[in-house]
Every structure is written in structure tokens, then in C-alpha cells.
């Protein structure tokens, strides 16, 4: 079992649609946990960034972490074509260690 | 202010060569990760450098190494390559108080014929 679950997809929504993206998680030793995302060919692009448990809002994403439940979220309110690509999950037990990713879902935005 | 940048942006060998990939974090940045993204498999954590040292090293053989240099550059070596090291190469500084968010250059595409 890798340490870092999530759905490859693809997930297809129309556009303006709320999107629901996660993770779920073994090691409880995470703290840290972030989101990213990956357009083709790209490097990843750090989109959310969150500390133990609790929900953070940057415009139109929302990032939700319940380490009860060892499982994250990233909503994308009113989404557009452009929000398609590859969204990766990481999370690390210390900051300045390494991430450990999840291997991303493939979202897919139609007009 | 100029992000990650790494080179070549692409690199085709043949088995049992060697690849050296470049990378230049941002500026004031000192640790350096070195990630591979190979179809289907994720990223995988390769090499960690910070002032000059390598501070950890992921699941990968010993062929794979690396270095930082006094301005934070940092070089990763493949030697004796094998069809199954082709794969996106990523670059990371990190930032943030206390060095926790990674910011990815685009990357090196190595193929290995």
C-alpha cells in the first residue's frame, strides 16, 4: 500500500462546476500537507499550502485537511477550462524534509 | 525574481551512458531536491542538498548522484544509464519559513534509446 492514496481519474467536469480532488494518507507523522498543480510538460506549481488539520481559501480553491481521518481536499470553486491538468497531493512529517506525493488526478474542464 | 531553472530541457542517450542535469534554484534559495517522474510511477523523492551537502537520498542506486555548488546550483549525475531511467527529471528549491513549500523548475526529459 503506498503511503500517499489518490484517484488517477481522469475526472471530466463541465465548466463552472465545483470540483472535489483527494487524498487519503498512512503516515500520521504528516503535518504538513500542499497541493499541487501540473500542466503537461510542466514542472508542479504550488497551489495550496496548509498546516496540521483545518480549511484554508485562496479564491477559488479551498484545501481541507481532518487528520482524524487521515484525508485531504481541494475543491475548485466555478471552474474553468483552464483549472485542467494534473493535481498532485504532497505532505511531509518535517518541514524542510522531503514530500511524499500522491500520483495525481488528471482533471479534465470542459467548455 | 527569476523561478527554478533547469537544463537541458531535453536529453536523449543511449544505454549505459552517462546524463548530467543542470539546475539553479531561485535566489537566496539553499536546499536543492532533485524529484523523477516517470510515466505511471509518480514523483520519487531522488537526492536532498542544502549548503553544499546532501542531507538525504531516496530509494534510487547509487548510479544516481549529485552536487551543490557554493552559488546553490546543484548537478545531477546518471551513470550507466537503462531504458527504464527515461523519465521527467524535476528540479525544487524550497521556500517559506521554514523551507516547507517546493517550487519545481520545468524540468529535464530524458530518454534513453
Known amino acids: 500500500q503506498k503511503e500517499v492514496e489518490q484517484d488517477p481519474g481522469p475526472l471530466s467536469v463541465p465548466e463552472g462546476a465545483i470540483v472535489s480532488l483527494n487524498c487519503t494518507y498512512s503516515?500520521?507523522?504528516?503535518?504538513?500537507f500542499m497541493w499541487y498543480r501540473q500542466y503537461s510538460r510542466k514542472g508542479p506549481e504550488l497551489l495550496m499550502y496548509?498546516?496540521?488539520?483545518g480549511n484554508k481559501e485562496d479564491g477559488r480553491f479551498t484545501a481541507q485537511v481532518d487528520k482524524s481521518s487521515k484525508y485531504i481536499s481541494l475543491f475548485i470553486r466555478d471552474s474553468q477550462p483552464s483549472d485542467s491538468a494534473t493535481y498532485l497531493c504532497?505532505?511531509?512529517?518535517?518541514?524542510?524534509?522531503?514530500?511524499?506525493f500522491g500520483g495525481g488526478t488528471r482533471l479534465m474542464v470542459k467548455p | 525574481e527569476a523561478g527554478v531553472t533547469q537544463s537541458p530541457t531535453h536529453l536523449i542517450k543511449t544505454r549505459g551512458q552517462q546524463a548530467t542535469l543542470r539546475c539553479s534554484p531561485i535566489?537566496?534559495?539553499?536546499?536543492v531536491y532533485w524529484y523523477q517522474q516517470a510515466l505511471g510511477l509518480g514523483l520519487q523523492f531522488l537526492l536532498w542538498?542544502?549548503?553544499?551537502?546532501?542531507?538525504n537520498r531516496g530509494n534510487f542506486p547509487p548510479r544516481f548522484s549529485g552536487r551543490q555548488f557554493p552559488n546553490d546550483s546543484s548537478e545531477l549525475n546518471v551513470n550507466a544509464l537503462e531504458l527504464e531511467d527515461s523519465a521527467l527529471y524535476l528540479c525544487?528549491?524550497?521556500?517559506?519559513?521554514?523551507?516547507?513549500?517546493?517550487?519545481f523548475g520545468s524540468g529535464t526529459q530524458l530518454s534513453v534509446l
Open positions: 525544487a528549491s524550497a521556500g517559506g519559513t521554514f523551507n516547507e513549500k517546493l517550487f
Open positions: 503516515n500520521s507523522a504528516f503535518q504538513y
Open positions: 535566489s537566496g534559495h539553499t536546499s
Open positions: 496548509t498546516y496540521s488539520s
Open positions: 542538498y542544502d549548503e553544499g551537502e546532501e542531507r
Open positions: 504532497a505532505m511531509t512529517n518535517n518541514a524542510g524534509n522531503m514530500l511524499t
